[in-house]
T-cell receptor
């Protein structure tokens, strides 16, 4: 049990659909992250939130829209995605920003048709 | 810039064999270094870390030593088990970010 949960675990969507990924951390951490994991590529950091404020947007296309209503919850809203967006989306949290250990959720496996 | 390079996999070993997975890094200053492991169907878990030169991180029989002179952080285990089969990621931490390598898949057969 890592203390970070993600739902759904699997998602199939068409290019015109709108869906949301949810992440919840039960560790009392202040920082949360979204990563994209594609085959044979390094993990790509997408967004960083610290105390509910976005501190990093790593040139992510606007079809990905994050939301952090509080320090325990993080959402990734998806709309008009492309097939190349198919990947494993990982959420992580850490006590604070900086050189802190990050704790990862199990990920959402997304397939865009 | 900052980057991490790992050996390409898969690494295939028999149970009880010795494991080495190479990791080298490029970074300004003195980053912290990490090994994360991803078991099938799961997210990444921290395996071990080292925060300064010559530190040795260890956990579950795995070890890695922070070598500043060779900019390396190789992962080793003396005797692997089938349950160690997973993908292993080397990472460094700089300016609030974790920068990962591409991962190395380890397959251990009985």
């Amino acid at each position: 049990e890592t203390g970070v949960t993600q739902t759904p675990r699997h998602l199939v969507m068409g290019m015109t659909n709108k869906k949301s990924l949810k992440c919840e951390q039960h560790l009392g951490h202040n920082a949360m992250y979204w990563y994209k994991q594609s085959a044979k590529k390094p993990l790509e950091l997408m967004f960083v939130y610290n105390f509910k404020e976005q501190t990093e947007n790593n040139s992510v296309p606007s079809r990905f829209s994050p939301e952090c209503p509080n320090s325990s919850h993080l959402f990734l809203h998806l709309h008009t995605l492309q097939p190349e967006d198919s990947a494993l989306y990982l959420c992580a949290s850490s006590q604070d920003l900086g050189l802190e250990t990050q704790y990862f959720g199990p990920g959402t496996r997304l397939l865009v048709l | 810039g900052n980057s991490v390079t790992q050996m390409e996999g898969p690494v295939t070993l028999s149970e009880e064999a010795f494991l080495t997975i190479n990791c080298t890094y490029t970074a300004t200053g003195y980053p912290s270094l990490f090994w994360y492991v991803q078991y099938p169907g799961e997210g990444l878990q921290l395996l071990l870390k080292a925060t300064k030169a010559d530190d040795k991180g260890s956990n579950k029989g795995f070890e890695a030593t922070y070598r500043k002179e060779t900019t390396s952080f190789h992962l080793e285990k003396g005797s692997v088990q089938v349950s160690d089969s997973a993908v292993y990621f080397c990472a460094l931490s700089r300016t609030d970010k974790l920068i990962f390598g591409t991962g190395t898949r380890l397959q251990v057969f009985p």
